[in-house]
C-alpha cells in the first residue's frame, strides 16, 4: 500500500521560513517524480514542485522560484520542500504527490499517488 505523508506545515509570518517533509512508502519510487502541489481556499491546485527520484532533476513553479527548494534523501525515502521568505499567498494546503517520469510536470491529474495534505499559514 503506497502511503505519502507530508509533515512540518504550521503557522508563520510573512519572511519566515519553513521546511515540509514528504515521506515515501509502499512500492518503489525510482522511476517516478515525486511533486508538491498546493491548494488555497476558492483555487484550483498548483503546482509547487517537483523532483525526480532518479537524477534528481527538478522543477519549480514560477511564483516559487528564488525561494523554495526541493530536495530528496533517498535512503529515507523522503523529499523535502524548504520554503523561504514566504508570502500570505503562500498560505495553502501543500500536498506531496508521486508521478511516473514522462507524465507530465504540471498537471496533477498525471499524479498518480497524493498525501493527505498538510496546512501552511503565513501572516503579514
Not at 504550521?10 to 525510482?30: K, P, Y
Not at 521568505?85 to 499517488?113: H, I, Q, W
Amino acid at each position: 500500500q503506497v502511503q505519502l505523508v507530508e509533515s512540518g506545515g504550521g503557522l508563520v509570518q510573512a519572511g519566515d521560513s519553513l521546511r515540509l517533509s514528504c515521506a515515501a512508502s509502499g512500492r518503489t519510487f525510482s522511476n517516478f517524480r515525486m511533486g508538491w502541489f498546493r491548494q488555497a481556499p476558492g483555487k484550483e491546485r498548483e503546482f509547487v514542485s517537483a523532483i525526480t527520484w532518479s537524477g534528481g532533476a527538478t522543477y519549480y513553479g514560477d511564483s516559487v522560484k528564488g525561494r523554495f527548494t526541493i530536495s530528496k534523501d533517498n535512503a529515507k525515502n523522503t523529499v523535502y520542500l524548504q520554503m523561504n521568505s514566504l508570502k500570505p499567498e503562500d498560505t495553502a494546503v501543500y500536498y506531496c504527490a508521486a508521478a511516473r517520469t514522462g507524465s507530465s510536470v504540471l498537471d496533477p491529474l498525471k499524479y498518480n499517488y497524493w498525501g493527505q495534505g498538510t496546512q501552511v499559514t503565513v501572516s503579514s
